[in-house]
């Protein structure tokens, strides 16, 4: 069985640009999360799908931040526009149904933004 | 809202020895759920053990297990038999169990782990 994936593993941008993260749960997860850690701080929840609706976005930092998900299947975040402070790792995890605890992490995003 | 500390920026521990990695966590709901992962320098998050507010026994899984002491409202991480294998950067997390915020995970900001030979 494949686990969470997420493309591109590593991107880089400048200030001002849009950026699109991609995250593929694992097959048949309900459950879609983001989360992000800037450096030296905490991993922080950005929000979540069950299946193609957004469950709670309350992490969500401002309105350049969309996220998506599409049929309920893989889900994108766009960053736009990119700002300095977006720079960090933007985890996806995915979860099967409402009572299943364990979230399965793919391995990551690193933004870049110079 | 929920708090997670962790309180030891890094630790160092023998090979073959066991280490306790500190968890305390501050929450107003009655029914909560906490976890430890393990990220080692490949970036992946791991998920180790869980813990859920009503169970009475600690959760153990392999070496790992969850010294959960509710009134103190704290939940370490025991490692027995250290390897090297499991340096690495420890996050304790935990979520509420019901809700629309169901499953959202609050982290510490995490325990490096050093095994030496």
């Known amino acids: 069985e494949a686990g969470v994936t997420q493309f591109p593993s590593h991107s880089v941008i400048e200030k001002g640009q849009t950026v699109t993260l991609r995250c593929d749960p694992i097959?048949?997860?309900?459950?879609l999360y983001w989360y992000r850690r800037v450096m030296g701080k905490e991993i922080k929840f950005l929000l979540h799908?069950?299946?193609?609706?957004?469950?709670?976005e309350s992490g969500m930092p401002n309105n350049r931040f969309l996220a998506e998900r599409t049929g309920g299947t893989y889900s994108t975040l766009k960053v736009q526009p990119a700002e300095l402070e977006d720079s960090g790792v933007y985890f996806c995890?995915?979860?099967?149904?409402?009572?299943?605890?364990?979230?399965?992490f793919g391995p990551g995003t690193r933004l870049t933004v110079t | 809202a929920q708090k997670i500390t962790q309180t030891q920026p890094g630790m160092f521990v023998q090979e073959k020895e066991a280490v306790t990695l500190d968890c305390t966590y501050d929450?107003?709901?009655?029914?909560?759920?906490l976890f430890w992962y393990k990220q080692p320098s490949s970036g992946e998050m791991i998920f180790l053990i869980y813990?859920?507010?009503?169970?009475?026994q600690n959760a153990t899984e392999g070496r790992y297990s969850l010294n959960f002491q509710k009134a103190r409202k704290s939940a370490n991480l025991v490692i027995s038999a250290s390897q090297l294998g499991d340096s690495a950067m420890y996050f304790c997390?935990?979520?509420?169990?019901?809700?629309?915020?169901?499953?959202?995970?609050?982290f510490g900001q995490g325990t490096i782990l050093t095994v030496h030979p």
């Open positions: 097959s048949g997860h309900d459950n």
């Open positions: 995890a995915s979860s099967q149904g409402h009572d299943d605890y364990e979230q399965y």
């Open positions: 997390a935990m979520s509420n169990a019901g809700g629309t915020s169901y499953g959202k995970l609050t």
């Open positions: 799908f069950v299946k193609e609706s957004k469950q709670d």
């Open positions: 813990q859920g507010s009503y169970d009475e």
């Open positions: 929450t107003s709901d009655q029914s909560y759920g």
